[in-house]
T-cell receptor, first 110, second 113 residues
Framework: DQQVKQNSPSLSVQEGRISILNCDYTNSMFDYFLWYKKYPAEGPTFLISISSIKDKNEDGRFTVFLNKSAKHLSLHIVPSQPGDSAVYFCAARYGNKLVFGAGTILRVKS | DGGITQSPKYLFRKEGQNVTLSCEQNLNHDAMYWYRQDPGQGLRLIYYSQIVNDFQKGDIAEGYSVSREKKESFPLTVTSAQKNPTAFYLC????????????FGPGTRLTVT
């Protein structure tokens, strides 16, 4: 029973264009949603978050959108850079726990 | 230079042997976590600890054990009772249990044959 799903295993984008990573969830009790980024041979690092009472949060090139009625969130990266190539995990918080999606591999081509 | 260290990076064991994975943090965080990652799946929570001498089972605790005798250390033992121990194991910490920003170590890849 996957409560957080990232349906696209991979995404390839040209440098300078927009990258859009998507995530769907089933549990309406999640109070925070997060994105983590992971480079090979390193642990995931926190990227950006959004409270369940907001619909948008922006931090530089990264913007997260939350659509509660659709139980969907997305991460927009504009403009995409080759250094953004990594695995992106969507996560959601319920109580003291984080529930993670399976990740999406983003490749930004120069 | 604060962070989380996990050792070793790669670990090989024979079936039926217990093995302990190390996790140390110098971030002065109260909360620590162990996750397991398998191909095509998200990180799944094994155990977590809010504070020294306290820990709770996560979603997949069967076949694992932990201890939290020191604030800095949260070792995970994979016992012979764990049916599918081969996986990538990640340790994490946060300032307090309610903080959603967790800091991860680089992980240990365990292979059991």
């Amino acid at each position: 029973d996957q409560q957080v799903k990232q349906n696209s295993p991979s995404l390839s984008v040209q440098e300078g264009r927009i990258s859009i990573l998507n995530c769907d969830y089933t549990n309406s009790m999640f109070d925070y949603f997060l994105w983590y980024k992971k480079y090979p041979a390193e642990g995931p690092t926190f990227l950006i978050s959004i409270s369940s009472i907001k619909d948008k949060n922006e931090d530089g090139r990264f913007t997260v959108f939350l659509n509660k009625s659709a139980k969907h969130l997305s991460l927009h990266i504009v403009p995409s850079q080759p250094g953004d190539s990594a695995v992106y995990f969507c996560a959601a918080r319920y109580g003291n726990k984080l529930v993670f999606g399976a990740g999406t591999i983003l490749r930004v081509k120069s | 230079d604060g962070g989380i260290t996990q050792s070793p990076k790669y670990l090989f064991r024979k079936e039926g042997q217990n093995v302990t994975l190390s996790c140390e943090q110098n971030l002065n965080h109260d909360a620590m976590y162990w996750y397991r990652q398998d191909p095509g799946q998200g990180l799944r929570l094994i155990y977590y600890s809010q504070i020294v001498n306290d820990f709770q089972k996560g979603d997949i605790a069967e076949g694992y054990s932990v201890s939290r005798e020191k604030k800095e250390s949260f070792p995970l033992t994979v016992t012979s009772a764990q049916k599918n121990p081969t996986a990538f194991y990640l340790c994490a910490s946060s300032m307090q249990i309610q903080d959603y920003e967790q800091y991860f170590g680089p992980g240990t890849r365990l292979t059991v044959t």
